[in-house]
């Protein structure tokens, strides 16, 4: 029998963006699953709280079988092992981006296996970003265009 093909995409998701959420749905053309991790950082003061957080990507993949969400804490091949992922998604929006993520990519298979797949912002949506999000919330700024609908 063929073993599932199930990732982690993790992150502190605060907020879920719109360039988060075309990670996880390009994902899951690859993925059998995904696991959205949402990772608490006791060192890190939050905008919204963990549970909100993540009950909006709940609500976002309401209906969606092949999407769960989780938080977690401490290292993510950790919360990998745990969800029973294989893989670690990581999006990547710029060459910065990418070199950081090499670096976690190698550390992490080098603790665990665990192999990352790393998928590339849409041109469209690589200048989103959960602090920018958070900025422009800050000064009253509609962040409609920058989040997921949520359908009711």
Known sequence: MKQERKALFAGSFDPFTTGHKSIVDRGLEIFDKIVVGVGINQKKAPWKPAAERVETIRRIY??????????????TVDAA????????????????DFEYERQLADINRNLSGIESVLIYALPELASVSSS????????GVDISPYVPTISD
């Open 132 to 139: 920018m999000v958070r900025e422009l919330a800050s000064y």
């Open 62 to 75: 309401a209906g969606n079988p092949d999407v769960e969400v989780i938080t977690f804490t401490g290292l």
């Open 81 to 96: 092992r745990e969800a029973g992922a294989r893989f670690l998604l990581r999006g990547v929006r710029t060459v910065a």
